[in-house]
């Protein structure tokens, strides 16, 4: 069916200064617009249009003309959201895609920061860090081919560097956002006119802004801090037959602050993972370990063992581990190994590192994870659990499950966990969820047309789609029972309605002074 445009005169009006700004081919409307408009679980209402400045200057003047109509505005970053986080909830609404702000401002070597437009995605800064010898402490999600700096900012995003340096809010010095009536708010010391060096100036403002999802304003640049690289590492796997052995292991290894980054997936997920390898995706992972490897040599040692090792042990694990350690020389990541193991093995055993060993040399894979190995609808949940409610959790969880064994086997519906420590409070606990369904405009439009076409085709069943929405909602309500919070927060996990009343008052009151008229996202975070 074809998707119909607004065309009131005061909507053409707008489009037409839109255009103005931006040219005609920086506003999208219609079929065109849709795979901007849809997230990878579902699509919403179809927005007025969709808008791609290329600069500051005309994102300022975008949110000013949309703001003046009084139209909803929300920002799209790398459009990897799965929690309606960029999904328009009316059809009055200016979709921002961030995707064009794409410059790296400055790297500024001797004050130790480097400044990104938002739509800069993560692969593009390590491009261009790697040969300077430098790095962000944390650097990236997995999805970092796609994902933006502003979208992670904006969302929170854990994976890369995480084990040390925690989530992405926990590596941003300072932030420019463009708040609803167009004006540029900076913070930390850029606040006072100075340079973007320093975060801490006052109160931390820069924080107001970090996992808002757009609720506040929309990211222009983000500031964040250089490290040098360590060229040294190790790799290490380890599995566990149960997920409390696996959550006390990671816990005793999070407390040391051994790694640079971890991972811990279910026997369901990595076996999933396993079925998508074909010989194109073998030979890329071990062109990967040559190229990340400190010489062919050593290259060719770790390629020898994971051809022994196979994948048999991976297929046996009920759950596994890996990790990366990284050192400033090879004793230091060796003497990290050393004792990672003693912790690893008090309840699990080591396996072969083959999955650490690819994730380290490529550690930003294409999104062909969006859909499951058989070409399946995907979508993910994630809670943050206080360690002394990881194992109550898991087994409400796994009881929850067990209840709708018979309705999940007859519609397809099938699962897997994935498992990260964020330093050292919280245990991530995300879900990903699997079911027969049609691909959407999302998957069109990032994936390749021949990835697509080599994957079995389903029809949606109305019934199957209500069946995951219920037991999307029965897992988030698993979650608050066990004292979750949660990253992406977008329009789907509770904040607004759960939030005590002098927090939720002050959220309410920021949210007043930098959007009187409630345009910028509505609806996230439940405002």
């Not at 304003?217 to 801090?225: D, S, V």
């Not at 999070?254 to 390898?277: K, N, T």
Request: proline share 6%; net charge neutral.
């Amino acid at each position: 069916m074809p998707v119909k445009t607004r065309t009131a005169p005061a909507a053409a009006g707008l489009l037409s200064r839109l255009e103005a700004i931006v040219g005609a081919g920086g506003v999208l409307t219609g079929e065109a617009a849709l795979p901007f408009a849809t997230d990878v679980y579902r699509r919403l209402e179809t927005p007025l249009a969709v808008v791609r400045p290329a600069d500051v200057e005309q994102l300022q003047a975008v949110v000013r003309e949309a703001a003046t109509e009084g139209v909803a505005i929300v920002p799209r970053g790398g459009g990897a959201s799965y929690t309606d986080g960029y999904l328009a909830t009316r059809a009055d609404t200016v979709l921002i895609d961030t995707g064009a702000l794409s410059r790296i401002v400055e790297i500024n070597q001797t004050d130790a920061y480097v400044t990104v437009e938002a739509g800069v995605t993560w692969a593009q800064l390590k491009d261009a860090l790697d040969p300077l010898g430098l790095r962000t402490p944390f650097f990236g999600p997995f999805s970092g081919l796609a994902a933006t700096i502003g979208g992670s900012m904006s969302q929170h995003a854990i994976s890369h560097g995480s084990g040390l340096y925690g989530s992405s809010a926990e590596s941003a010095v300072s932030v420019e956002v463009v708040i609803a009536d167009g004006s540029l708010l900076r913070t930390g010391s850029a606040a006072r006119g100075a340079s973007p060096f320093a975060r801490w100036y006052g109160p931390d403002l820069c924080g107001l802004f970090l996992g808002d999802c757009g609720a506040l304003g929309i990211k222009a640049r983000i500031t964040l801090p250089l490290i040098a690289k360590r060229p040294a590492f190790q790799c290490a796997s380890f599995a566990f037959e149960d997920l409390p052995s696996l959550a006390r292991a990671m816990r005793a290894a999070s407390i040391e602050a051994l790694d640079d980054e971890h991972f811990a997936i279910d026997a369901p997920l990595a076996q999933g993972q396993i079925a998508r390898q074909d010989n194109a995706a073998v030979v890329q992972m071990a062109l990967t370990v040559l190229k990340s490897s400190p010489s062919l040599v050593a290259g060719l040692k770790q390629l020898g063992k994971m051809a022994l090792a196979g994948d048999r042990a991976l297929r046996k694990a009920e759950y596994m581990v890996h990790y990366i350690l990284e050192g400033v020389d090879d004793r230091e990541a060796k003497a990290r190994l050393d004792r990672l193991r003693t912790l690893m093995t008090a309840e699990g055993v080591e396996i072969p590192n083959t999955m650490p060993t690819i994730v380290r040399g490529m550690p930003f894979a294409p999104l062909y994870n969006v859909l499951g190995p058989k070409g399946e609808r995907w979508a993910p949940l994630n809670g943050i659990l206080p360690h002394s409610q990881v194992a109550a959790f898991h087994t409400a969880l796994e009881a929850l499950y067990a209840g709708h064994a018979d309705e999940m086997t007859a519609r397809g519906v099938w699962r897997g966990g994935m498992f990260e420590v964020l330093r050292p409070s919280g245990f991530l606990y995300e879900v990903a969820l699997y079911w027969p369904g049609a691909q959407t405009a999302y998957h069109a439009g990032v994936l390749p047309a021949e990835h697509l076409a080599s994957l079995p085709q389903y029809a949606d069943d109305p019934a199957t789609t209500a069946f995951v929405h219920k037991l999307k909602a029965q897992i988030i309500a698993l979650y608050a029972r066990h004292g979750a919070v949660h990253f992406q927060l977008g329009k789907l996990y509770p904040y607004g309605d759960v939030l005590e009343a002098p927090a939720l008052d002050l959220v309410k009151a920021v949210k007043a002074a930098v959007d009187p008229k409630g345009v910028m996202n509505p609806g996230a975070l439940g405002l």
